[in-house]
Every structure is written in structure tokens, then in C-alpha cells.
């Protein structure tokens, strides 16, 4: 009896996936482990640098799950009280069948949103009614630095001084002062800021396009050919300012914005 309690309280669990929470600076998960053992709030740690979020269970008219993603769950210290979510996958959109070595990132099925690196190269791929976008936002990197100094208080050597809460306390202020110090945490979504920007390559059904200060294209061999400047003139066949230019005359008269290399 008490191996079997030992293996049930210390052991881990797996699980369905009701609902996740990413509003949490530690994102959360509420399911369901063993028959009638249901949890919320329960932490879903994920690795630095990449970040996702499952799709919420499908139920029925009575509530009952028929599809979801699972999780698979430690107990810390052997407390059933104390669940982590080490990882989430969902079989409904689970990109597999992959060659070995592959890796991928991908959102649902029916997205068709895929970025595989494989041995023949990396594709990033899309449906056409999706936007295939490259941008840099308007404005600089900043500091990775996560405490603001501030006031003229001392956290008085104490080692409890420096530490932060491991948990978000009921989704309270984004960081609490200590000793005169303010940590930052977390970060939003940048891409809607992006989307705006006027430096980008953008790929759709209906055009390719390209925007920046100046917009080169150019040839393995360095040298551009076509050349959009900031003075609003194209020229064909060389960089501004590296030729000799002259406008480019049509049947029907002089080009009034687009000018080719002279010789």
C-alpha cells in the first residue's frame, strides 16, 4: 500500500488539455489528470525562446471533451497539490512524419502555416489567403536589463532582497518593488506594430512587395541593377549616384520619374 502510494502521489500524470491561459507572465493550463481529478492554474513552463499555444479542447452540447490537445505533468517534490506541465501536444495538429534531423514550427492544420528545415533547406510556407511578411519595427533595440534602479533604498544585503516571486500573484502589477527596484517581465506581440511599417518584404496572393528608405535589387555579383531612391526616381541599371543617368524616353514622350545608365 505504501509503494502504491508513493508511485500514485510521486508519480507523474498525463492528461487532457481543457484551456490554456497565456495572460500569465508563467503561462497555465487547466485540464483534467486521472477520472474526477480536475485542475486550473496548473503552470505550463515553456523553453526560452520559443513559446506556444494549444488549441482549447473541442466538448460537446453536454460539455464532455471529445478532442484536445494533452499534457504531461510532474508532481515537485512528490505533492499531487504541486502540478507542472512539462510539455502540451495535440494529436488533432501535431506536424509529423518529418525526416530525421528535421525541424519544424507550425500553427493548426487548417492554417497551413509551416517554417521546416530540412535537409534539402528551410521553407517557410503559407496558404494563399495567409501574408507572408518580413518587417523591422520603427524602432531600436533596447536593454535586456530587467530591473529598473530607482529611490534611494538599499535592499540591505539580504539575499530575500533580490529574489522574485516564482509565481504571478493573481495577475497584480507587472513587477513589485523591492528595495527600491522594479523588475520588468515579460513582452507583447509585436507583429499588428510591424504590420504598419513601411520596411518590410511582403509576399500575398496578388503581389510581391518590398518597402523601405531606398529598395535595391541587385545580382550575385554585388552590383545593383534596379534602384528605388528616396528622391522618388528609379533608376534602371545601376545604384544613384555609381552611373551616369539620363530619363528614359518612350514613344509617347520622356519618363518623368524612372532614369537609365548612361553607357
Given at each position: 500500500m505504501n509503494s502504491s502510494l508513493r508511485g500514485y502521489s510521486a508519480g507523474g500524470a498525463r492528461g487532457v488539455v481543457d484551456q490554456v491561459d497565456d495572460?500569465?507572465?508563467?503561462?497555465?493550463?487547466?485540464?483534467?489528470?486521472?477520472?474526477?481529478?480536475?485542475?486550473?492554474?496548473?503552470?505550463?513552463?515553456?523553453?526560452?525562446?520559443?513559446?506556444?499555444?494549444?488549441?482549447?479542447?473541442?466538448?460537446?452540447?453536454?460539455?464532455?471533451?471529445?478532442?484536445?490537445?494533452?499534457?504531461f505533468s510532474a508532481f515537485i517534490g512528490g505533492s499531487r497539490s504541486f502540478p507542472v506541465a512539462g510539455s502540451m501536444d495535440d494529436r488533432r495538429h501535431r506536424l509529423f512524419k518529418l525526416e530525421k534531423g528535421d525541424t519544424a514550427m507550425f500553427?493548426?492544420?487548417?492554417?497551413?502555416q509551416q517554417f521546416h528545415l530540412t535537409q534539402d533547406g528551410g521553407f517557410w510556407s503559407a496558404p494563399q489567403d495567409k501574408t507572408v511578411r518580413m518587417h523591422l519595427l520603427q524602432q531600436d533595440s533596447e536593454s535586456n536589463a530587467t530591473?529598473?534602479?530607482?529611490?534611494?533604498g538599499s535592499s540591505g544585503g539580504s539575499s530575500a532582497g533580490g529574489q522574485v516571486a516564482a509565481r504571478d500573484a493573481g495577475g497584480g502589477s507587472s513587477g513589485g518593488q523591492q528595495g527600491g527596484q522594479q523588475q520588468k517581465r515579460g513582452q507583447q506581440a509585436l507583429y499588428k506594430d510591424g504590420q504598419k511599417s513601411p520596411l518590410f518584404v511582403e509576399v500575398t496572393k496578388d503581389k510581391t512587395r518590398m518597402g523601405g528608405n531606398q529598395c535595391h535589387l541587385a545580382l550575385a555579383d554585388g552590383n545593383t541593377y534596379l534602384h528605388c531612391h528616396t528622391d522618388k526616381q528609379v533608376y534602371v541599371g545601376a545604384e544613384a549616384g555609381k552611373a551616369s543617368f539620363d530619363y528614359l524616353v518612350t514613344l509617347s514622350g520622356p519618363c518623368v520619374n524612372s532614369l537609365g545608365k548612361i553607357g
Open positions: 495572460s500569465k507572465l508563467m503561462q497555465e493550463m487547466g485540464g483534467n489528470f486521472m477520472a474526477n481529478e480536475t485542475r486550473s492554474g496548473v503552470e505550463a513552463p515553456q523553453n526560452y525562446g520559443f513559446t506556444s499555444v494549444v488549441f482549447d479542447a473541442e466538448k460537446d452540447a453536454l460539455g464532455k471533451i471529445k478532442a484536445s490537445a494533452e499534457h500553427r493548426g492544420r487548417g492554417d497551413k530591473i529598473d534602479q530607482g529611490g534611494s
